[in-house]
């Protein structure tokens, strides 16, 4: 009685999620090709550097690619009834999206990341994958085949995990050359980046289980890529509108290194004790302090390093050796100090004023003032009157 009941629920149930899976495929398949086109053809800004340009046009045909997949499986009247046959080819789609997107994303910011010979590499392999899948359904037996979609699977987790830990090594990389860059934190230019790699990551591991799930579980997969590949696409445009700001590190000018040495060369030692690389430079960096030039607003390390004149790579050098900060940190503490002795030597100061001496914004000299402090700034000074 209970079986004739359950059994047309179940047949109810999967032919709807099978209708649903069929319909998500037709709004999946026009937005990631219609996003991907933009990408592709959109022609770039003249001032924006190379790799940016080519990851631009990498990001589009990685959506083509993966519309593409979506056009044929629609084509074919949704998922393959296959098992061997449905596992493998979205393994191959999960593969060649995530190895795609990493290297995207890391010409993104970096101008001198190998985009060509990495993409180039990525397809053989991606080629290579296919290959043995295709040779799995045609040639091995089929007690055998889900031995070696079960290695594939494996595989396919391990350079999961390879491209996520070089994106993010790539990512906190460039998040550390923005803060020996600018004394403002200005990291929310790249945070979506983090972002997009916590989902590829969520979507890639996951993507191991939902290739051997029924329709339901690649429904909630698609539904998921929807949103993601939307929430990048926008991410990406307004990243490419502020591309300025990150444009100076990721592609400096000039050959640093050859600058370094002829700083070097320039700054000779002072003193049994001194430093031989910094001495000279510490006395200028001193004077620079002692006349406050740390409240110039929005201060750059090319900025000062012109007007100590140096280069931006050996004084960031000085400042990390010498001080254990970034650039960024560095400036903010200056500030912050600075700050806290206006706040009790001139009662008559208002906050909005000793931020605008400071160099801050009020908004953000308060967020600066209470992450270092873990009081406000009118909280320190109740305080300490």
Known sequence: MLGGILLPLQAIFIFRMETAYYHIQLVSFPLTFVYGLFFLLDPAPKDMFRNHVLARRLFGATLIIWAVYIAITWFLGGEMKDPVARVSVNLSRFYIFGSLLEIAFSALVDN??????????????WGMFMAVMALNILFV???????????????????VYAILRRYYRVYFKMKRDMDNYYSENVSNFTRWMLLSSHGLGIIGFSGIGLA??????????????????????????????????????????????????????????????????????????????????????????????????????????????????????????????????????????????????????????????????????????????
């Open 112 to 125: 001198r990341f190998p985009i060509v010979r990495k993409t180039r590499d990525r397809l053989v392999l």
């Open 141 to 159: 037996p089929d007690p055998l085949q889900k031995y070696v979609v079960i290695a594939a699977a494996l595989y396919y987790a391990y350079e």
């Open 212 to 385: 051997f799930a029924p329709t339901l579980g690649l429904l909630i997969y698609m539904v998921a890529g929807v949103v993601f590949f939307t929430y990048m696409s926008y991410s990406l445009y307004r990243y490419t509108l502020s591309v300025g700001h990150i444009k100076e590190i990721v592609m400096p000018a000039g050959n640093e290194a050859e600058e370094k040495v002829q700083a070097e060369e320039r700054h000779p030692p002072v003193g049994e004790d001194a430093n031989p690389a910094f001495a000279a430079l510490e006395q200028k960096v001193d004077e620079w302090i002692e006349n406050r030039g740390y409240t110039v607003p929005a201060l750059t390390i090319q900025q000062l390093a012109a007007e100590l004149g140096t280069n931006r790579t050996y004084l960031s050098d000085y400042v990390n050796s010498k001080y254990s900060l970034t650039f960024r940190n560095w400036i903010a503490q200056l500030r912050i100090d600075y700050s806290k002795r206006l706040l009790i030597g001139n009662s008559a100061l208002s906050i909005n004023t000793i931020a605008e001496m400071t160099g801050y914004s009020y908004n953000n000299f308060i967020t600066v003032f209470t992450k270092m402090n873990r009081i406000s700034p009118s909280q320190w000074r109740k305080e300490h009157s």
